[in-house]
């Protein structure tokens, strides 16, 4: 009875080994995914869909949200994006939370984008963006860490940012869009 027993042991494991095997296959000529909710372009006349600002003109300071739908909001800096994020119905009606897909933010030290949900932001130091403080993102805690130790602030992941810690950002917006010839413009 024992041999019996390994027998159907056995005969389990290569069927399970054979399924893995046919499963890793079918996968592999899947068609890619990858790519889908990557960032976009963002062009001369794509505005800001918070401020109406244009973030082609602030390359450094761009993020974006990419919707299930591959369309894309753009923003002039991550103040204005987690703004939206964090009260989506006031900013656009054809979207909701849930069909967020993706968020993109510009890694400050090296320009590379990056997925904003897995980025750490420095919070309120001395650099200023397009439209004064802000929160400026990296992609690695100790590289967000060594920024903050020279330009001031505070380092938070993403998932702990709610509107509390944007809106002490939001004051002093003239002095960038005054320096780079944008008309002033009134928040919402």
């Known amino acids: ?11 389990v494991q290569i069927t399970l080994a054979v399924l893995a095997a046919i499963l890793l296959i079918i996968g592999m000529s899947l068609p890619a ?7 976009q372009t963002i062009t001369e006349t794509t ?5 109406a600002m244009y973030p082609y003109r602030y390359p450094a300071w761009q993020s974006q949200v990419i919707f299930t739908d591959n369309s894309m909001a753009a923003f002039d800096g991550c ?4 703004r939206f994020l964090l009260n989506m119905q006031a900013f656009t009606q054809d979207h909701k939370a ?13 320009g590379d984008w990056i997925d904003g ?19 400026i993102p990296f992609a690695t805690q100790a590289a967000a860490e060594a920024f903050q130790k020279t330009k001031g602030g505070t ?6 940012i709610t509107m509390d810690t944007v809106k002490p950002l939001m004051g002093g917006m ?10 002033p413009h009134s928040m919402p």
Not at 33 to 39: E, I, L, S
Not at 155 to 160: E, L, M, Q
Not at 174 to 183: A, E, I, N, R, S
């Open 1 to 11: 009875m024992k041999n019996g027993k390994q027998f159907i042991g056995m005969k």
């Open 117 to 135: 949900k897995n980025a750490y932001y420095v919070i309120g130091s001395t650099e200023m963006g397009p439209m004064g403080k802000e929160l």
């Open 33 to 39: 995914r990858a790519g889908q909710h990557d960032p």
């Open 79 to 82: 103040k204005c994006m987690f």
């Open 155 to 160: 380092v938070a992941p993403y998932a702990s």
């Open 174 to 183: 003239h002095h960038m869009q005054m320096q780079h010839g944008d008309k």
């Open 98 to 110: 849930d069909q967020v897909a993706a968020v993109w933010v510009k890694d400050f030290a090296a």
């Open 47 to 51: 505005p800001c869909a918070v401020c």
